[in-house]
């Protein structure tokens, strides 16, 4: 059974860097054709897509984003984790990770981490 | 970019049919892929390249695509079946658009 657990705090101050990790369990993140992602809800929205790791260590990140975010891994940990810099108030959302396959399809999420983003 | 339109909204009874489309330029030419999310829940994969079903997703679930519209179509709808339903395509790694603006199912 694949697993994935966000963890993280859950208020951030503008101006400053939100962190969060993934801890995957049932599977390795160094697996062939299985890329890891960060996706995101803000509060009553849709998903929006964050960015993605590949098995080769290739990062994807969305376009409207890539100047604030870096996405890493960490195999001995068996876990990836998300940084998001100078976040403002539209940064407040639901964050999931989420297993991508090969840039296809999501197919295990974790169950999300609210973040908030308040002095 | 590559963006998908889905109906804010769509009503069903239950028992009857529920049709939800994902329209975008050819996107029949495409991978499309279905996710439900019920209230304070994560997404969950429903269908994946268009029509195929995870092994725990009812057979009640079934996707199409083709021309410029995708279809999610959920026959005999049951109370639990309300949720929000995403759809998704991959165009480019340079698009942000990744998913669709989602739409809710409500169960009459």
């Known amino acids: 059974q694949l697993l994935l657990q966000e963890s993280g705090p859950g208020q951030v101050k503008p101006s400053e860097t939100l962190s969060l990790d993934c801890a995957v369990s049932g599977a390795s993140i160094t697996t062939t054709n299985y890329y890891w992602a960060w996706i995101r809800q803000p509060p009553g929205k849709g998903l929006e897509w964050i960015g993605s790791?590949?098995?080769?260590?290739?990062?994807f990140y969305n376009p409207s984003l890539k100047s604030r975010v870096i996405i890493s891994k960490h195999p001995s940990k068996n876990q990836f984790s998300l940084n998001l810099s100078s976040v403002t108030a539209a940064d407040t959302a639901v964050y999931f990770c989420?297993?991508?396959?090969?840039?296809?399809?999501?197919?295990?999420w974790g169950q999300g981490n609210l973040v908030t983003v308040s002095s | 970019s590559y963006v998908l339109t889905q109906p804010p909204s769509v009503s069903v009874a239950p028992g009857e049919t529920a049709k939800i489309t994902c329209g975008a330029n050819?996107?029949?030419?495409?991978?499309v892929h279905w996710y439900q999310q019920k209230a304070g829940q994560a997404p969950v994969l429903v269908i994946y390249?268009?029509?195929d079903r995870p092994s725990e997703i009812p057979e009640r679930f079934s996707g199409s695509s083709s021309g410029n519209t995708a279809t999610l179509t959920i026959s005999r709808v049951e109370a639990g079946d309300e949720a929000d339903y995403y759809c998704q395509v991959w165009y480019s790694s340079s698009d942000p658009d990744v998913f669709g603006g989602g739409t809710k199912l409500t169960v009459l």
């Open positions: 050819d996107i029949g030419s495409k991978s």
């Open positions: 390249y268009d029509s």
């Open positions: 989420a297993r991508d396959y090969r840039h296809h399809y999501f197919d295990y």
């Open positions: 790791i590949s098995y080769l260590q290739t990062t």
